[in-house]
């Protein structure tokens, strides 16, 4: 983002707009934090603002101010589409593509809106009239606030902003500990405690907030845990009967991963999750060091994301999926062992 452009982010914003603000689908902690802090500091500043998610997000985000104004674009489908016929200046945040926000990408590919990006996935797309794209950041949430700051706006940060985006930050590095954690997001976490962030409350809530069935599920997970030694990989399934039988409900299966990406000289892990009502397996990949699960799912598993955390789907069945990464590995397996 140039100078330039936080010039004319500046003058379009001094006069009242109306502004929906976007995120991608089964939105994260990053996605909900920093669309609320964006929605809380635009109304602040005099803006009608809208935040809009493609679909239902976890219980355990169901506590950040202002959630309860968010339409679901799946369950308010004719609000959300006035909202955006209606909408002069559309965000888009925490992802690089419109069909990132599923069932959303005609109408956001169709509106004569102007676009605002700010993101932090690899290769983002060129839809945008401004674009805020930096793959170094933990976090979109720790974009905002610089984004926040590039328009002189960090006195306008309260509770609300300052919980927002903590949450967002603190998510999507694994509370503060992934490689994308620097000094900088440290400095802006203390700006944010001081700001009104209550970080043992904000901890709290997201991680001490487990259903017993939730933990019944991950003792399911970690039995269904294969390594795979000679390609320093991990992976777990986890089919619809198992997720019925624990009462599974979204949100659930969060951070189960990170168990076999945890294994001593593990370097890759994977967990598959059958849908049988998608009809597809969703697929979340991890990598420690300079494996790129980005590049790897790109490649087979129709998907994307970061250098350690990715995402995918693939349509055949649970065994056929897991019989494919496998057959995937001896060919990353230099790579795996560099890693
Ligand atoms: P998760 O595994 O937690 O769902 O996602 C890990 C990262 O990959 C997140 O940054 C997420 O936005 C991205 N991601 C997840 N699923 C997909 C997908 O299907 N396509 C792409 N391009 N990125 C994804
Ligand atoms: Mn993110």
Redesign the pocket.
């Known amino acids: 983002m140039t100078k330039q452009d936080i010039t004319a982010i500046n003058q379009l914003l001094a006069t009242p707009k109306k502004i929906v603000i976007v995120s991608?689908k089964?939105p994260?902690g990053d996605a909900i934090g920093s669309s609320l802090a964006l929605f809380h500091y635009l109304t602040k500043t005099n803006h009608l603002a809208t935040v809009i998610v493609p679909n239902d997000y976890p219980d355990f985000l169901k506590w950040i101010p202002g959630q309860d104004l968010i339409l679901k674009y799946d369950s308010q489908k004719e609000d959300s589409e006035q909202k955006i016929a209606e909408a002069d200046i559309i965000f888009t945040l925490?992802?690089?593509?419109f069909h990132?926000a599923g069932d959303m990408v005609n109408v956001l590919a169709n509106s004569q809106a102007l676009k605002i990006m700010i993101d932090h996935?690899q290769q983002p797309d060129d839809y945008a009239k401004y674009t805020y794209s930096d793959v170094t950041m933990s976090s979109t949430c720790e974009m905002i606030y610089n984004f926040i700051e590039y328009l002189d706006g960090l006195p306008v940060i309260d509770s609300n902003i300052a919980t927002a985006i903590y949450v967002g930050i603190m998510t999507d590095t694994g509370s503060f500990r992934f490689r994308s954690t620097t000094s900088a997001t440290h400095r802006i976490i203390a700006n944010l405690i001081d700001k009104g962030a209550d970080n043992t409350f904000i901890h709290n809530q997201v991680f001490d907030t487990n259903s017993y069935n939730r933990l019944q599920l991950l003792g399911c997970a970690l039995s269904n845990l294969k390594v795979i030694p000679e390609s320093r990989a991990a992976f777990i399934t986890l089919s619809q009967k198992e997720l019925q039988q624990f009462d599974y409900k979204k949100g659930d299966t969060?951070g189960f991963?990170n168990y076999a990406l945890s294994l001593n000289n593990v370097v890759l892990a994977a967990i598959f999750i059958e849908d049988l009502q998608q009809g597809i397996i969703k697929i979340?990949?991890r990598s420690k060091g300079d494996f790129s699960v980005n590049e790897m799912?790109r490649a087979h598993f129709?998907?994307?994301?970061?250098t350690n955390?990715?995402?995918?789907?693939s349509d055949v069945d649970i065994a056929k999926t897991v019989e494919k990464f496998i057959s995937i590995l001896p060919q990353y397996n230099t790579a795996l062992h560099e890693a």
Request: proline share 0%; aromatic share 4%; charged share 20%.
């Open positions: 991608h089964n994260d925490d992802f690089n593509a990132r996935h969060e991963v979340s990949l799912s129709q998907g994307g994301g970061h955390a990715a995402g995918g789907k």
